[in-house]
C-alpha cells in the first residue's frame, strides 16, 4: 500500500515568493503533522490536524505560514513572503489514531520537501 | 518548552557490537518516548518507543529504557548490522502516544562497520 506522500520532493523558490507543499497522507488516516527539518537537527513540530481542523498550530513559526486540510485528507502547507531562513526539509506524518484511547499510534512520515529560498 | 539533549552526535561500531544511544528531556509532563530511524532521502521512521508508566521495553534487538527520576532514556541495540547504519532521533511529547508536539534530539549517526 502508499505510504505519505509529499510533493514536490524539491522546491526551488525565490526569496519573497509563495510557496505550496503537498502533503497526501495514508487513506483512512484521520491525524496529520507537519514538522520541519533543518539540515543536521531533529524535526520541529509546525501543526497538527485532526480531520479537517487544526487542533494545535502552536509550531508555526509565525504568520507567514499557514496549512489547510478542507476534506480531511489531503493537506496544503503555505507559505508567504518566503525568507532564506524557511529553507529547510518539510515532513508530513499521518497516524490512523490520535492516542485517543492512549493506544500506541504510530505516525508514518513522508519523505519530505526539501525547500530552498535563494 | 521541552528540550531533548542527545549525545552522542556520531557513534562507531563494529559489526555485531551494541551501540548505546542516550537522550535528557527537560519537561516533567513529557510521558511519551518514541525513537525514529532516518535513513539519507526518507523521511524519519519509527522503531520502538516506550511510555512513562514502563521502565524497558524490548523488540528483538532494540531495547529501551527509561529513567523517570533523572529523566534520561536510553536506545539499545544488540548484533549490530551494517543495515543499522543511519541516524537516530529521539523524541519526547507530553501527548501519550501522539506524533502532536515531539520534541526531537539533534541525532546520533551511527555507523556499523562490516
Known amino acids: 500500500g502508499a505510504g505519505v506522500s509529499q510533493t514536490p520532493s524539491n522546491k526551488v523558490t525565490e526569496k519573497g515568493k509563495y510557496v505550496e507543499l503537498r502533503c497526501d497522507p495514508i487513506?483512512?488516516?484521520?491525524?496529520l503533522y507537519w514538522y520541519r527539518q533543518s539540515l543536521g537537527q531533529g524535526p520541529e513540530f509546525l501543526i497538527y490536524f485532526q480531520g479537517t481542523g487544526a487542533a494545535d498550530d502552536s509550531g508555526l513559526p509565525n504568520d507567514r505560514f499557514f496549512a489547510v486540510r478542507p476534506e480531511g485528507s489531503v493537506s496544503t502547507l503555505k507559505i508567504q513572503r518566503t525568507e532564506r531562513g524557511d529553507s529547510a526539509v518539510y515532513l508530513c506524518a499521518s497516524s490512523p489514531n490520535p492516542g485517543r484511547d492512549r493506544a500506541l499510534t504510530e505516525a508514518f512520515f513522508g519523505q519530505g520537501t526539501r525547500l530552498t529560498v535563494v | 518548552g521541552e528540550n531533548v539533549e542527545q549525545h552522542p552526535s556520531t557513534l562507531s561500531v563494529q559489526e555485531g557490537d551494541s551501540a548505546v544511544i542516550k537522550c535528557t528531556y527537560s519537561?516533567?509532563?513529557?510521558?511519551?518516548f518514541p525513537w525514529y530511524k532516518q535513513e539519507l532521502g526518507k523521511g524519519p521512521q519509527l522503531i520502538i518507543d516506550?511510555?512513562?508508566?514502563?521502565g524497558e521495553k524490548k523488540d528483538q534487538r532494540i531495547a529501551v529504557t527509561l529513567n523517570k527520576t533523572a529523566k534520561h532514556f536510553s536506545l539499545h541495540i544488540t548484533e549490530t548490522q551494517p543495515e543499522d547504519s543511519a541516524v537516530y532521533f529521539c523524541a519526547a511529547s507530553p501527548n501519550s502516544g501522539s506524533a502532536r508536539q515531539l520534541t526531537f534530539g539533534s541525532g546520533t549517526q551511527l555507523t556499523v562497520l562490516p
Open positions: 516506550i511510555r512513562s508508566n514502563v
Open positions: 519537561d516533567s509532563a513529557s510521558n511519551y
Open positions: 487513506s483512512g488516516h484521520t491525524a
